[in-house]
């Protein structure tokens, strides 16, 4: 057994299970050789504590808190970042499937899972569940880059059998045999680091028979499962036309058996009373996308509601309607969206968030989502040491007249940028930049 590590930082921000975030000054986080935090504390303190620790010490201008967590964003969307195509289905048919057509090449598909997985490195996330290629060869190209730079993911091959291009779609007697072939190949992977997810796009796309055995497969092997709900009015509608004999979107997915508390659904802007009750009640949770919501016009979520419901959200970059996979900064949309609510529903009192929560979601939030908060998404005893280091010179005001806890975490949520991140680490491992 090696000697722990000791890491300094000037200020280490911790986010807990109250939605709150304790502030930490002159502190340090210890960590053991497997990677695994033993202690959060002052550095003093820590340091006679373990006084053989290797110090490392970040330099009075650090910040050190938990990596960010992606729990919504599609790999194979990558290179339609900033493309502007229009409301949610359009954009789908003019621009996101020619593009995801193209993951049948694995050349490209290879060199664009590597783009894709360092862009959201550089941007501080440490852990991200992702909608991988439609096509099976692609996705375990996919595994294979994360695996290699480190990251821990949980993806899965975007299936989809109706409403789309031909060359997109799987044979639903086919997809059994696709899983279970990534499964094997990846699902556990580095000691659960890599997880597979199964990954129906939506129902728009999906044929009642695959949404079930979606479901089957994912209640066989105990996976997690992610797909979209009420993201857009013109997509409910379209739905409905689907599938008339339901009365509401969620209740295709119930019907389906895809409701369960491993489900993260995404965007879910529309839900009346009873599809949030319903939702609560089978322990889904919900990827909040706030900058795609607006970039691809959809709306906004009524997010106050759904934490005062007990919902579990996390937040999602959703590339590439999302535009950067720069956690942080959905984390300061979905403040500003939550703001911006209360003009449209002046009968949701309050609408609005907290600096603290909006880190939490992006943090702690996201891992509670994801059903890993027992493993990550703040410093505790015995969870990995997943964190990042952040350069506070890099926030504006220059020389800030405020320095109190409050004033810093404001500071850190409206004005930091990726060029913020100076280090990224996974279980005590620095992703980011690579040591020699």
């Known amino acids: 057994m090696g000697h722990p590590v000791l890491y300094r930082a000037r200020y280490i921000l911790n986010p807990t299970r109250e939605r709150r975030v304790t502030c930490i000054y002159d502190g340090a986080l210890t960590v053991d050789s497997a990677g695994r935090i033993q202690a959060l504390g002052e550095a003093t303190q820590l340091q006679q504590r373990f006084p053989h620790a290797i110090v490392r010490d970040f330099g009075p201008r650090s910040l050190l808190l938990p990596g960010f967590v992606d729990v919504h964003t599609h790999l194979p969307q990558y290179q339609a970042i900033a493309i502007d195509s229009g409301e949610l289905l359009p954009w789908l048919h003019t621009l996101i499937f020619p593009l995801e057509a193209r993951f049948a090449d694995p050349e490209f598909a290879e060199q664009q899972a590597e783009l894709f997985f360092q862009a959201a490195l550089r941007c501080g996330t440490t852990t ?30 975007t299936l989809m059998d109706t409403n789309v291009p031909p060359e997109l779609r799987i044979r639903t007697e086919d997809a059994p045999q696709a899983l279970e072939k990534l499964l094997a190949q990846w699902h556990g992977y580095d000691y659960g680091r890599l997880l ?14 695959l949404l079930r055995l979606c479901a089957d497969i994912a209640h066989r092997y105990e996976l997690p499962v992610q797909t979209h709900l009420a993201e857009s009015l013109p997509e409910i509608r379209w739905i409905a036309g689907q599938f008339p004999h339901f009365p509401t979107y969620t209740a295709i997915y119930d019907a389906a058996g895809l409701l ?17 009750a319903q939702l609560r009640s089978a322990g889904c949770a919900i990827a909040h996308c706030p900058r795609s919501n607006v970039f691809l016009r959809s709306g906004i979520m009524p997010l106050r509601c759904y934490l005062d419901l007990g919902l579990r959200i996390g937040l999602g970059s959703d590339i590439g309607a999302g535009y950067s996979p720069f956690i942080l900064e959905e984390a300061r949309y979905a403040r500003e ?29 996201g891992a509670q989502a994801l059903g890993l908060d027992s493993s990550i998404g703040s410093f505790e005893s015995g969870k990995d040491a997943d964190f990042i280091v952040m350069d506070l010179a890099t926030l504006e005001p220059q020389h800030p007249l405020r320095t109190d806890p409050e004033s810093l975490l404001m500071r850190l949520l409206y004005t930091a940028t990726p060029a913020a991140i100076q280090r990224v680490f996974v279980r005590g491992r620095q992703l980011f930049p690579p040591e020699p």
């Open 196 to 209: 597979y997810a199964v990954s129906p796009r939506f129902a728009g796309s999906c044929s009642l028979e």
């Open 260 to 276: 369960t508390s491993r489900t993260i659904l995404a965007h879910c802007l529309y839900l009346s009373p009873s599809e949030q």
């Open 128 to 157: 991200l569940m992702v909608f991988g290629p439609p096509f099976a060869e692609a996705t375990s190209q996919a595994f294979a880059a994360a695996a290699r730079i480190g990251l821990r993911v949980l993806m899965g091959q």
């Open 337 to 365: 969206m939550a703001k911006l609510r209360s003009f449209i529903a002046p009968e949701e009192t309050p609408t609005e968030i907290s600096p603290e929560e909006a880190l939490w979601l992006a943090t702690l939030g």
